[in-house]
């Protein structure tokens, strides 16, 4: 009998974890799935995390010495960064125009608002609290966080990862600067350690139904009640619009415009990473899965792949930046505040620069939507309106992190083809990589 593909397995997972949850809030198991269900899907969590920064070093040290100059370092690098803020930017503007034209905050009930503030208060404040320890000196606060004093402390917290990011790229660029006889053996070191840690990932994704299973059976029977989602089911809708013309849409067309490939090919090559997204929230964890399927699934060189992937999981968020757009006015509509037009392009450029600064982990969209609250004069009302939103979170979080592990692939594949890299691709999966051994 010919083997189920891997998408097929992960989304048969999905889809028994939603009804084994469903069946476990009804029949009131809640204790026992948190007890015994749900860590099974926070260790395939952890090990998809354990392997992000062995990934993000291995692959981009090779894949900048790999380069071998300078020049197409740079040329690959603006134009990585390029299609990147395009994309975020376009994403911003599609959220803003959905959110004015539907205005889901205008009639909403006082007593729902009400009633969601003494729900999430507290949850809120811890989230605001967090962003005020991220918050900065200045202005190029940013730009200081960039360099790590230290790389094993940079390497030992995720939330980390640019710094580990910039430690990469600047070891590959010593790597193509050096003697090539003379750092061969440090260069072939790395190539055997990217093809370790791509391994690992072929047997971590062995479990992966298993593992989604587990976290989508635990999401469903923690979740708040219906009729809270009732409430805030317009803003919900407004975002998920956004996010739907984002991968249904604008990132098909991109791909088969720029690189002529077909809506099918390119679901059929990413959709193992788009069900692993929408299942962790982690466009980090998610990484692994985001980079083999690009390569081998949808023919970007690794040479490409393996730099512009770990930049964009990690500052690349489109559907975070809209997700940010449509709160932040959405919070306006609700406390009754008239934006601006100059206000509304103000959150282009801070839900831009707040979804580069969101680190690729659960919730880590909310936490940065306080610094757009916050440039646009709300201030006052942070507690309550992240409060508000605060119940949707995590189902929207899993739809955003689809949409921007499918941007980076998409940017991926535009970046690939620009340069040349962009081959047909070369088809395995999983359980072939398992039954070579
Ligand atoms: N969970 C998202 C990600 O990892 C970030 C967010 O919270 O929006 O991509």
Redesign the pocket.
């Known amino acids: 009998m010919k083997k189920l593909a891997l998408h097929w397995k992960i989304i048969i997972g999905m889809v028994a974890g939603v009804l084994f949850g469903l069946l476990g809030a009804e029949l009131e198991w809640k204790t026992f799935i948190v007890d015994w269900i749900k860590p099974f899907g926070v260790i395939f969590l952890s090990s998809l995390k354990l392997i992000a920064i062995p990934l993000i070093l291995a692959s981009l040290i090779k894949g900048v010495s790999d380069l071998k100059d300078m020049s197409k370092l740079s040329k690959m690098g603006g134009r990585t960064v390029g299609i990147y803020l395009m994309t975020t930017v376009l994403a911003v503007v599609l959220g803003l125009l959905a959110v004015n034209l539907i205005q889901p905050g205008a009639n909403i009930d006082p007593d729902v608002v009400a009633k969601l503030q003494v729900a999430y208060g507290g949850d809120a404040n811890a989230k605001i609290e967090m962003a005020s320890n991220q918050k900065t000196g200045g202005p190029l606060q940013a730009l200081i966080d960039l360099v790590p004093q230290n790389i094993f402390n940079a390497a030992a917290d995720n939330g980390n990862m640019l710094q580990v990011i910039f430690f990469a790229i600047f070891f590959g660029i010593g790597l193509i600067l050096a003697p090539e006889e003379k750092v061969k053996p440090v260069k072939d070191f790395f190539d055997g350690f990217n093809e370790v840690v791509l391994k690992m990932i072929d047997l971590i994704m062995l479990y992966a139904p298993i593992g989604v299973f587990a976290l989508l059976a635990s999401i469903i029977v923690e979740a708040p009640s219906a009729d809270i989602f009732q409430a805030l089911g317009k803003y919900a809708v407004t975002l998920l619009l956004v996010l739907g013309i984002m991968t249904f849409a604008v990132y098909p067309t991109l791909v088969s415009v720029f690189t002529g490939r077909s809506y099918g090919s390119f679901f059929k090559g990413i959709a193992p990473a788009q069900l692993l997204?929408f299942s962790t929230?982690?466009?980090?964890?998610?990484l692994p899965v985001t980079m083999e399927r690009t390569e081998e699934h949808l023919g970007v060189d690794s040479e490409v792949a393996s730099f512009v992937l770990p930049i964009g999981?990690t500052v690349n968020?489109d559907?975070?930046s809209a997700?940010q757009a449509v709160a932040a006015v959405f919070i306006a509509q609700v406390f009754g505040m008239e934006l601006t037009l100059m206000q509304q392009i103000g959150i282009i450029a801070t839900a831009t620069l707040a979804?580069i600064g969101?680190?690729?982990?659960?919730?880590?969209?909310?936490?940065m939507l306080v610094i757009v609250l916050e440039q646009l004069g709300l201030g006052q009302q942070m507690a309550a309106g992240i409060a508000l939103v605060f119940a949707v979170d995590r189902p929207l979080?899993m739809c955003?992190?689809v949409v921007?592990?499918t941007g980076d692939a998409t940017v991926a594949m535009l970046v690939a083809k620009s340069v040349d890299k962009l081959h047909e691709p070369e088809v395995r999966n999983w359980d072939d990589h398992y039954k070579e051994e």
């Open positions: 997204a929230s982690s466009s980090a964890a998610t999981a968020m559907g975070t997700y979804s969101s680190a690729a982990v659960p919730s880590a969209g909310i936490v979080d955003r992190t921007n592990v």
